[in-house]
């Protein structure tokens, strides 16, 4: 296109940054799911589940941007060629993501330390230390009365 509009040109730019938090997103879930996603502490569960969604209203932003894109563009084959390829980006990561999200937070993970039931906890903060754990699991931290 030898004559781009200052819309357009922003329109790209914004394209970029859309491409870049997906890119952020699939660097954050590869770091996390390289442990064992099903014993991720539960403050990780909660965070996946936001970051999934802000993945979902990030590709709605990006279905908006692009179809703008498209609509000022009159040679349509390099931004097909870029929709494909944004799209199998979001589809890959939602495709791993969403399961995980979901089979996270469908029960504790066996060493979870930080439980919000209190009926299911036990507080170490009598200790010092004020954490939350598991009644049954040791408590992860090293307090003074424990020397």
Known sequence: MAEETKEFKDL?????SIKGRLTNFKTYFSLLSSSDINKIHESQVRELGLRVAKL????????KC???IELLCPVLDDQIRERDQIEERE???SAAAVPAAS???AGPPQDVYAIDEPSAREACGARGAGCARAAD???????????
């Open 56 to 63: 979902e209203a990030l590709f709605s932003d990006f279905e």
């Open 66 to 68: 692009q179809n703008q």
């Open 91 to 93: 589809e890959e990561s």
């Open 12 to 16: 790209i730019k914004q394209r970029g």
């Open 137 to 147: 699991a040791p408590c992860p931290h090293t307090h003074d009365s424990d020397t």
């Open 103 to 105: 089979s996270a937070s």
